[in-house]
């Protein structure tokens, strides 16, 4: 059944400061609307209980992207389309690039942002992974002032995050200085273009004198939030990438890490197979 | 309804002409197109952002209508598929979707359209991987997609020979 479209609200903010004393006055009432990609879904379907919405589209705070020689930050309106065109971002964090690339389709592309990425908190989202990889940093902004959180601890639970009521994500960092990496991102879909992921798997790791000296795996759509892989990345430090041995502990350490389900997209046994698979292509990337 | 919202003063410029409507601010641009302002040649097919029927041009990038609420269209230069063509003459890709058998049924074709023209504006000269992502986002279950492909193809090589 279709919304009733009186019912809801959607104000424009005249700048951030008004926006989040807005959602500081009426605690709870008010929530950020940007690109509606995913709430204009909902709306339509008729499954959008909340009514009351600011529109955040128009704030230039919360737009652009600023490098530094540390850190490039994204304001959390950044479209994709803006993270796949960005010559720095594709040469220093291609898995986001990839990310975005493969979310949606070119309109999706132009209106979806990655603070609506990550405050939509699906496990399902695609540059999570990419943002968990790259130790990404967010800075959420209140009436009281703002403060940074890491992006690792961000998500608590199925669609629950550190998120608190007259709070918004203002952007997202990422470190610039880390050693050259080589890295992978694979989503599996039911088609290449504009499928929501059955699995989304990014990793990234360094081979030292034909060991594993650093590695990273993050994987969405495996659990009930976009998670990394410790475990598994623990037992691959130090080895050798082509260790058949290796490989086999490293999938079921992996496997026990994770808890896909059964869903209209896919099964738990089809993507917990796809996620050991995954991990096999990688080690292949990093040993090759 | 005790609560909710009224309806707002909608002004923004759509193919060239500056329009005014009432509407409320969460209803679908895609609605207001087609019902206020009678441009029904925007089309309805999924509603939920995946299949690009609905696909226009707002301040130049292509969204879908049916995600944009009709609040963020407040001042914005819209192009529908009745702004494509110039005067009396077609654009490149409308003639070549016509002589190439681009277009079937038509339920896909103005969004699929809107697609590949904001497609060549990004990328005049655009590689086939180009023209497949650019037309990923739209869906037709008539065509099985070669001929609008080779629409788009023939569209950049007659605007090449005509430059």
């Known amino acids: ?288 | 309804m005790p609560e909710g919202a009224p309806k707002i003063r909608l002004s923004c410029v759509v193919n060239g002409t500056s329009v005014t409507c009432e509407a409320y601010p969460m209803a679908r641009l895609l609605d207001v197109l087609r019902e206020e302002l009678n441009l029904t040649g925007t089309k309805e097919g999924c509603g939920e952002g995946e299949c690009g029927a609905c696909a226009i041009e707002m301040d130049g990038t292509l969204v879908n209508s049916c995600l944009v609420p009709a609040l963020q269209a407040q001042g914005a230069k819209i192009r529908t598929i009745e702004g494509v063509a110039c005067g009396g003459s077609l654009h490149a890709v409308q003639q070549a979707f016509i002589t190439h058998g681009g277009a079937q049924c038509g339920i896909c074709t103005p969004g699929m359209i809107l697609a590949a023209v904001n497609l060549l504006a990004r990328f005049p000269q655009p590689s086939d991987a180009q023209i497949r992502d650019g037309l990923s986002g739209n869906l037709c279950r008539c065509t099985g997609y070669m001929k609008i492909f080779e629409s788009v193809v023939a569209a950049v090589r007659d605007t090449e020979t005509r430059a």
């Not at chain 1, 990273?216 to 082509?242: D, F, H, K, N, W």
């Open chain 1, 1 to 288: 059944m279709r919304a009733f479209l009186p019912a809801y609200e959607l104000e424009t903010p005249r700048d951030l400061a008004a926006a989040v004393s807005r959602m500081a006055s009426e605690p709870g009432v008010w929530r950020a609307f940007a690109g509606g990609t995913d709430l204009m879904v909902l709306l339509e379907a008729g499954k959008l209980p909340h009514k009351k919405f600011l529109n955040i589209w128009d704030l230039a705070e919360l737009r652009g992207i600023a490098v530094s020689s540390e850190y490039v930050t994204l304001g959390a309106l950044t479209t994709y389309a803006e993270v796949r065109r960005h010559e720095i971002l594709a040469r220093e964090f291609p898995l986001l690039c990839r990310a975005a690339a493969e979310t949606g389709s070119v309109a999706t592309q132009n209106r979806g942002t990655l603070g609506g990425n990550i405050a939509n908190a699906s496990p399902a989202a695609d540059s999570p992974p990419a943002l968990l990889i790259y130790d990404a940093e967010i800075e959420i902004v209140s009436a009281g002032g703002a403060r940074w959180v890491p992006y690792t601890s961000f998500h608590t639970g199925y669609k629950k995050m550190n998120l608190q009521a007259g709070e918004l994500i203002r952007s997202i960092r990422l470190a610039r200085s880390r050693g050259a990496w080589k890295q992978y991102f694979r989503k599996v879909g039911t088609r290449r273009a504009q499928a929501i992921s059955k699995i989304c798997f990014a990793g990234a790791g360094r081979v030292e004198a034909g060991r594993i000296a650093e590695v990273r795996i993050a994987m969405g759509s495996v659990a009930p939030t976009v998670l990394r892989a410790v475990r598994a990345e623990e037992l691959l430090l130090g080895q050798r990438p082509e260790d058949a041995a290796v490989l086999l502990a490293a999938q079921d350490a992996l496997g026990a890490e994770i808890a896909p389900i059964d869903d209209m997209r896919s099964t738990g046994r089809y993507r917990r197979n796809v996620a050991r698979n995954l991990l096999a292509e990688f080690l292949e990337v990093l040993a090759s």
